[in-house]
């Protein structure tokens, strides 16, 4: 009993800062000695992600970009998990939701393009809700698993998608899984053309609007939660079910709600890849965001504002990482992916691996200097 | 001729910043019933399990007949003849008695003749101290009374020398508490220690010889139970002096308010457990439902609530049909005609312990305004009355943007009485009241029902305690298997005829 901490006595910073930043060290020391092990130099790999994700404008904004996908699915998994549900089917509901976008934009071409890109992002949050609806239902009425249903939606997602886009909605003009491109005035503003204002001339940039309706979806699901019956409702449900049923609130219903948010805002990622990036649908992607996403919500402990670091923290992973496998052929891809796990590993499954003895040290050392 | 068997010096125990054990001296004599009494979070728990080797202390010496000894897990405890009843038994249900009492011996006992001897030894130890245990049957099929005294048996059979109870009593009845008495007395009278841990005075008065007492983690006293009476234990246990006995006004019964007929409810598992109740409670009246744990009260108190579907029957509310078979209204409907509801098992169902305590102090009531309007909560006017419910109700410490499992179990339970209480309504229905609250909350408890009564509420008070019940209510029903089997007027019953009936006897 020697680890027992008294909660209500450990600083707030300390849980949610200091914690983080020990297990965050601990996974780049291990995957330090992987990269050693492989036969590089840890500190030149460590350079080359610092200069590869900041160092230079684009590449800089490339992190941002892969930023912007991770906070769209890093809340979507955060609000389901409000209702203690593990939506691990991003993936889908993303794909699907650029089903939604195209569907929307190519329709209503004819209205001002400011009202069409409000019925795409109202089309990616429906369409990715929609595919969250089923496994959803089947968890709220028939017992179901999240877990189950979502990954197995995640692939028939998947098989939708390249049959559309192979027999449906495919360019028919060319050979390769994609649709046409969207009408060039509907592109959502590139950061290109934002720099180029200020006379600042970038080759390429993936870094669209986008990143703003990122920003603005933390808001808004900082509010739900925090400030609304519903997430007040959600987050009841998620703890203790039993009292939830005991206070009139229905279990079936916020499971519902939640799910769909959440299916909604991983649809929003598309929002970033197919009116900003790619302006057409193309096959697979959402390229392995949805379950990154996953780890960035338990890294960010569920909260926008955490989310926020996380998602920025992979997005240095992965363009780091990627100029790191440009300069050190013994590194691969593959590399930067056992990367990733290891963070997920020290900051989601052996989250409270150190956590009660950083804790009752601060506890103690602080109590020492009230008495001093 | 007194000679101690178990001595404690100075045992220190902290767990973080809480300490519960300080600086205890506690000498307990061979062949004596040594009461240990204290309010919830006194440290009686904390300091037994050190004494049994669950808890290594801080600090301090233990004696076992004078020598000091080590105790590092409950082996070592066994091992110098400390056994302990606890709380909730520590059987595997699926086997028999002699399974059980074997289990962890079994390498010596299992097979062949040492076995024939274990059964012959174990039927003579029943016999000796008259336990009256088939070691033959399955421990599923025998009443909790019974599990207690496999547990005895069980420490007898390991030597035990000194016996630890822990409340004992709370899952009996008045009769299997007559026959749990006699047993430990012919314990005694065989020479062995018994520690009674428990927080009623009667049992203290009945059955101890000696009596100690505990309050914040401390030994406040010590005494001969001849030399005191409850008053004077009351008063030390909380620090300042308690009324035992509620004052109580003749009800002002006014109308039925509330009317069950022939409700029939099933649990989980489909088995029927309410089976055909009827019931009525007039506004201005305390209606208290008494009965062993189990019998169904838990199903009806949901069904009545809200919370449980029902098989077939009716619920009336003010003459209002509210509930039947085909449909019924949830929980927050009732809420607004008025009907509260103070869950049994409060940590469980009344409280979300991650919430922040002011959330749930709108816990149920959430939807109504002043504390949310138009889906949005109102964080500044849910806080102002946050902190007023605190400070009418005592609750401690007074932040409510503690996490509410911070707050220890007698004030999360205030937490749930205030919210439930302050709403003045008009029908409320109590599962154990009192049930892990200490003897200062319970006497404020009580009072607030009574006032509830005295405004014109009806009251439903579900509780396994009849002195409680007894204490309480203008009249008493009893459920027994489903059904109830008795209802009396208060002043014309004795504890006696109630726990007959509670035991399906009478």
């Avoid at chain 1, 970009?65 to 993936?91: K, M, S």
């Avoid at chain 1, 939640?258 to 991983?266: D, T």
């Avoid at chain 2, 100690?212 to 004077?232: A, I, L």
């Avoid at chain 2, 006497?443 to 029902?449: G, P, V």
């Amino acid at each position: 009993m020697s680890t027992t901490v008294d909660k209500s006595k450990v600083p707030w910073w300390v849980s949610n800062l200091i914690v983080p930043l020990v297990n965050l060290t601990l996974a780049l020391l291990v995957s330090a000695l992987f990269i050693f092990i492989a036969g590089e130099n840890p500190y030149q790999a460590i350079k080359l992600i610092i200069y590869g994700s900041f160092g230079y404008i684009e590449g800089f904004a490339y992190t941002l970009y892969y930023t912007t996908n991770f906070i769209f699915t890093g809340l979507a998994f955060a609000v389901a998990f409000h209702c203690r549900l593990f939506n691990i089917g991003g993936e889908g509901q993303a794909y699907i939701g650029g089903l939604g976008v195209f569907l929307v934009a190519i329709n209503v071409s004819f209205l001002p393009v400011p009202i069409v890109w409000i019925l795409s992002i109202a089309g990616a949050f429906i369409f990715g809700a929609a595919w969250a609806f089923i496994p959803a239902y089947l968890q709220a009425k028939r017992g179901s698993h999240v877990v189950i249903t979502t990954i197995m939606f995640n692939f028939i997602a998947s098989s939708l998608m390249v049959y559309l886009l192979v027999d449906v909605i495919r360019d028919m003009k060319q050979m390769g899984p994609h649709t046409v491109a969207l009408p060039e005035e509907m592109w959502l503003p590139s950061f290109k053309d934002f720099a180029a204002l200020f006379g600042i001339n970038i080759r390429y940039s993936p870094l669209n609007a986008s990143f703003l309706l990122a920003i603005a979806a933390s808001f808004f699901v900082w509010y739900l939660v925090w400030k609304t019956k519903w997430g007040y409702e959600m987050r009841a449900v998620g703890h203790n079910t039993q009292a939830a049923i005991y206070a009139g609130i229905s279990p079936y219903k916020n499971i519902i709600i939640a799910m769909l948010i959440s299916g909604g805002l991983a649809g929003l990622l598309s929002i970033n890849e197919v009116l900003g990036v790619h302006h057409k649908i193309v096959s697979g992607f959402p390229a392995g965001y949805g379950f990154t996403g996953i780890a960035v919500a338990l890294m960010g402990r569920n909260h926008p504002i955490g989310i926020f670091p996380a998602a920025f923290l992979f997005g240095i992973l992965y363009q780091g990482g990627s100029e790191v496998t440009f300069d050190m052929p013994n590194i691969t891809r593959y590399m930067f992916v056992a990367v990733q796990g290891v963070i997920i590993l020290f900051s989601g499954a052996l989250e409270n691996l150190f956590r009660p003895q950083i804790e009752s040290w601060f506890v103690n050392k602080l109590n020492k200097q009230v008495e001093a | 001729m007194v000679s101690p068997i178990l001595q404690l010096h100075n045992i220190n125990k902290s767990f973080g910043h809480v300490q519960a054990n300080k600086n205890i001296n506690l000498t307990i004599n061979k062949g004596t019933i040594h009461g240990i009494i204290g309010e919830n979070g006194a440290g009686k728990s904390t300091l037994m399990s050190i004494v049994y080797g669950l808890y290594q202390a801080d600090s301090g010496t233990i004696k076992v007949n004078e020598k000091e000894i080590k105790l590092k897990s409950p082996k070592d405890s066994i091992e110098h003849g400390i056994g302990m009843v606890h709380q909730h038994f520590m059987l595997v249900e699926n086997f028999t008695v002699l399974e059980n009492i074997v289990l962890g011996f079994e390498g010596e006992v299992i097979f062949g003749k040492k076995l024939e001897k274990a059964k012959t030894d174990l039927n003579n130890l029943c016999k000796t101290y008259s336990l009256n245990v088939d070691l033959n049957s399955i421990i599923s099929d025998l009443s909790v009374g019974f599990r207690q005294r496999v547990e005895i048996l069980k420490s007898l059979y390991r030597g035990a020398e000194v016996f630890i109870l822990d409340e004992p009593t709370g899952v009996l009845t008045p009769q299997e508490v007559d026959e749990l008495f006699k047993i430990l007395r012919s314990l005694k009278e065989e020479g062995k220690t018994i520690v009674l841990i428990t927080h009623k005075l009667n049992e203290i008065m009945d059955l101890t010889s000696e009596v100690s007492v505990m309050r914040q983690g401390e030994v406040v006293g010590h005494t001969k139970t001849d030399h005191t009476n409850r008053e004077k234990l009351a008063e030390m246990m909380v620090g300042r002096s308690v009324l035992l006995r509620i004052n109580k006004s003749k009800t002002q019964r006014g109308d039925v308010a509330f009317k069950v007929e022939n409700l029939t409810v099933k649990d989980d598992l489909d088995v029927t457990r309410v089976k055909n109740v009827s019931l009525e409670i007039h506004a201005g009246e305390i209606l208290g439902l008494a009965g062993v744990t189990g019998n169904g009260q838990t199903e009806l108190l949901e069904a009545l609530s809200g919370i449980r579907k029902v098989e077939s029957g009716e619920i009336f509310l003010n003459g209002k049909k509210i509930s039947d078979s085909v449909e019924h209204l949830n929980p927050r409907e009732l809420k607004e005609k008025g009907l509260a509801h103070i869950p049994e098992d409060r940590q469980r169902m009344g409280l979300v312990n991650d919430f922040k305590a002011y959330e749930n102090l709108i816990f149920g009531y959430h939807d109504q305004e002043p504390y949310s309007k138009s889906s949005i909560m109102k964080e500044h006017k849910i806080l102002d009355y946050s902190k007023k419910l605190m400070e009418e109700y005592d609750v401690r410490p007074r932040s409510p943007h503690l996490m509410t499992s911070n707050f220890s179990g007698g004030n999360q339970q205030k937490l749930i009485l205030s919210r439930e209480l302050n709403e003045s309504p008009k029908i409320l229905l109590v599962g154990q009241p009192t049930r892990g609250v200490d003897i200062g909350a319970i006497e404020f408890i009580h009072q607030r029902l009574i006032d509830m009564r005295d405004k014109g509420a009806a009251i439903l008070l579900v509780s396994v305690e009849l002195e409680e019940v007894l204490s309480l209510s203008d009249r008493i029903v009893v459920m027994f298997d489903g059904k109830i089997v008795g209802e009396r007027i208060n002043k014309d019953v004795s504890d006696r005829e109630l726990g007959l009936l509670m035991a399906g006897v009478a």
